[in-house]
């Protein structure tokens, strides 16, 4: 059968890629399919050829899988968000398990890796703490839209489709946000219709609103909020950040970050305090973090209790242990682990993030953990006492294979690997797979509806 982009084709959807893309095969050739589930037949029109494989998009769905299910959002394959709502939650952990597994099998070359079930988040709707709404002049229309003339297509404010910058959709309901966050958002959004000020221009980086962020404390059900615009106007902000104080009782933070940058970041060159405080409290368990608006925290809350508890059981200390943390962040991890060790060193090269993990631990009374401003690439070298246990905690991109030498320079008997990525996860205990045994991995779902997946391994050195 000849597959040439520009065509349409009847699929049977046999499984899934890592990125949430169905997977089809025609006489071995492979073609990947957006929104696509297992067990769907559909049709589809090829957007890209490759030699060895091809991307398209559904058509008409011919026979829904038995796993596909209505999805709730009416934003549901438009929105970069989550993509997958209309999957059954109990097949999503299915293949988010699978994909860590199959990630240590075909990029770590590790056969017969013992990976757990996938921990289900708490909740699968309302479950994110942060939420970034973009703002542009030109609003990106849903097919149901196009050729209504009421609606105001020079207004947006929402979320990108997925793999744009410039498109944005105009949100009003977000159902992976608390609903009073839907709220907020859409007085907001009501004040800068009413401001006549413009919406920032993705293209032509002209206009004044940029971004509206917005942080939730479950343990107290309070909210920041940061209005991100691209130059100082406290006589437009200020009044909305007393509207919002007035309107809703649990906002306990207004703040305001300004950049004249082009970069599509919600963060600030400086910022201004609005109303309120100047930062959100929160728990983890028993411990409070103070949380300023452009600080790292996990974005699903309960979520992290999951993840934290984990990181602990294979940690396995039992109070006398050294521990070392690489990627330290904010602290959370020395935290959660700080009363089962003796002391632990966390590194980070964020001097910010640095100046949050010390508060956090004054904030606690805890006086076992220290922490070191640096590269790691540098720092791990100076390390001379091999630690009991070594924690690492990096960003999606994995560790530096510098890193990767200087760990199995150092040692240590225990490591507990927590990884946003199962690609790279996989590829760095591939790298040390000589040294240390994969004992376990647990995944645990901080992101329903995505693909993307939180594990945990613990090796053990050979």
Not at 39 to 62: H, P, T
């Amino acid at each position: 059968m000849t597959i040439k982009k520009g065509g349409e084709i009847e699929l049977e959807i046999t499984d899934l890629a890592f990125g949430g893309k169905g997977i089809a095969k025609v006489d071995g050739f492979t073609v990947f399919v957006e929104q696509a589930v297992p067990g769907d037949r559909v049709l589809a029109r090829i957007y890209k050829k490759k030699k060895s494989y091809a991307e398209s998009r559904i058509v008409s769905l011919l026979s829904p899988s038995e796993d596909r299910i209505d999805a709730p959002c009416a934003f549901s394959g438009y929105c970069g968000g989550c993509k997958w709502q209309f999957f059954k939650y109990d097949k999503q952990l299915e293949y988010k398990q699978r994909h860590v597994k199959e990630s240590f099998k075909h990029i770590g070359g590790l056969e017969d890796v013992f990976v757990h079930p996938t921990i289900p988040s708490e909740r699968i709707f309302e479950y994110r703490n942060k939420m970034e709404f973009s703002c542009s002049d030109r609003r990106w229309l849903l097919p149901n839209e196009l050729g209504d003339e009421e609606i105001d297509i020079g207004f947006a404010l929402g979320l990108h489709v997925p793999g744009t910058f410039h498109k944005v959709l105009d949100i009003d309901k977000c159902l992976i946000y608390p609903a009073t966050g839907n709220d907020i958002v859409n007085t907001i959004r009501q004040y800068m219709k009413k401001s006549g000020r413009p919406l920032y221009g993705l293209r032509s980086h002209e206009g004044f609103w940029r971004f509206v962020m917005m942080r939730h404390s479950v343990a107290h059900d309070q909210w920041l909020v940061n209005i991100v615009t691209a130059t100082k106007d406290l006589t437009v902000v200020q009044p909305l950040a007393d509207e919002l104080r007035e309107k809703f009782s649990n906002i306990a933070a207004v703040v305001n970050n300004v950049t004249a940058s082009v970069s599509s970041v919600a963060t600030g060159e400086y910022e201004l305090h609005l109303a309120g405080e100047q930062y959100l409290k929160e728990k983890l368990g028993p411990y409070e973090f103070e949380i300023s608006a452009n600080s790292f925290f996990q974005t699903n809350t309960r979520g992290a209790v999951a993840l934290y508890d984990t990181v602990k059981e294979y940690a396995q200390l039992t109070g006398t242990e050294n521990v070392l943390d690489l990627y330290s962040g904010t602290g959370t991890i020395p935290i959660w682990l700080s009363d089962s060790a003796d002391e632990i060193i966390g590194i980070e090269i964020v001097e910010s993030a640095i100046a949050d993990a010390k508060e956090n631990c004054f904030r606690n009374n805890i006086s076992n953990c220290n922490f070191i401003v640096g590269d790691i690439r540098h720092i791990i070298a100076e390390i001379t006492q091999t630690p009991d246990v070594l924690i690492i905690d990096p960003p999606r991109t994995g560790m530096h294979p510098d890193v990767v030498k200087q760990v199995l320079k150092l040692g240590p008997k225990k490591i507990v690997y927590v990884s946003c990525n199962p690609a790279t996860l996989a590829r760095d205990v591939g790298l040390m797979k000589e040294a240390y045994r994969v004992a376990e991995v647990q995944p645990v779902d901080m992101f329903p509806h995505t693909f993307h997946i939180e594990a945990v391994a613990r090796l053990e050195k050979i």
